[in-house]
């Protein structure tokens, strides 16, 4: 095993690389970000020549990339061009805002999900199992902008009891720690229901499909015909089967852990990892971008591992070579 996870991540590194080299000339191809202060005839040209000259711009987009790549692997992610702040602290403050929303509506959504696509299984076909897929075929149909508006239209102008946006109300910044945490409840409902309900129907399509083909393997049906309780039956032989491909797809979702929560940030207001970049790619603040791109990158080669390693874990006939 340690040999396996040894040449995982030696292949991880050039195509971490790879990734990186594609992404920075796709990303140069948006153009100058100094076009805008190059046309205005309100700012002085010298300034906005060593602007370009102290980020780079006056050099060839091969010599950029080097020379990007070398202050990413020192630690230094650069200056935003538009906040003028550095990119680290900007993703330090935005981080935080994005794994409180997604860790417990992913959490909720992936045990609540198997759990409902596990009894939708063994009860194929019936009230339950109708019921659930009806919502699930929803769930997956329905955009989450358009859920996010209609809740916005609902609460918030209708009835009037949540807010329609931000991260926090203005001056609870000193409240005490409950009073804060009330007030950020308010704004967090609602983004809540978007994720929660989008993440929770896959759940349940997935488990259910998953333990439906466990329930038809010819195991399943030797070791009812060898008398082993049914319990034992259902949680040894099929549950922990079907959580393999559960386990694949968990890993999967760790990127789109935090980036699928990125246009309901832009919509709520909040001021999280979504917004930032967003707001990145329209401003052409390159810097953050790319930045953001390290990030995601680092944490799809990661999920990657991770799949491969609990698949194995998880099937004992899998073997590491």
Not at 49 to 62: A, W
Not at 136 to 165: N, Q, R, T
Request: no cysteine; hydrophobic share 50%; charged share 15%.
């Amino acid at each position: 095993m340690r040999n396996y996870i040894r040449k995982r991540i030696l292949i991880m590194i050039p195509e971490f690389f790879l990734i990186t080299l594609i992404s920075f000339f796709l990303y140069s191809l948006m153009g100058d970000p100094f076009a805008e202060l190059r046309a205005s005839p309100y700012i002085d040209q010298n300034y906005v020549s060593q602007l370009i000259k102290s980020f780079g711009f006056d050099k060839p987009v091969y010599i950029r990339y080097f020379m990007w790549l070398s202050q990413i692997l020192r630690g230094n992610f650069g200056i935003s061009a538009v906040t003028g702040e550095k990119v680290i602290d900007l993703i330090k403050r935005a981080m935080p805002i994005t794994l409180s929303i997604n860790i417990f509506t992913f959490t909720f959504s992936l045990v609540i999900g198997v759990l409902i696509g596990y009894v939708s299984a063994l009860k194929q076909y019936s009230f339950i199992d109708n019921f659930f897929t009806i919502i699930s075929y929803i769930g997956l149909a329905m955009p989450s902008f358009w859920l996010s508006l209609m809740l916005m239209i609902l609460f918030s102008v209708k009835l009037h009891i949540l807010p329609p946006g931000g991260w926090m109300t203005p001056g609870m910044e000193s409240a005490p720690i409950l009073a804060r945490f009330l007030d950020r409840l308010k704004y967090i409902i609602m983004p809540f229901i978007v994720l929660g309900f989008g993440g929770l129907t896959g759940w349940v399509r997935y488990t259910r499909s998953s333990v439906l083909e466990m329930l038809r393997k010819d195991y399943v049906r030797t070791a009812r015909a060898k008398g082993l309780p049914e319990n034992k039956v259902l949680w040894k032989h099929v549950f922990r089967n079907s959580l393999n491909p559960i386990a694949t797809l968990f890993f999967l979702s760790l990127p789109g852990f935090f980036s699928g929560s990125a246009i309901i940030e832009q919509i709520f207001s909040i001021p999280g990892m979504g917004s930032l970049i967003i707001g990145a790619v329209m401003n052409n603040d390159y810097m953050v971008a790319m930045a953001s791109l390290i990030f995601y990158s680092s944490l799809l080669l990661l999920s990657l591992l991770l799949a491969d390693i609990a698949y194995a874990l998880l099937d004992p006939r899998i073997r590491f070579s």
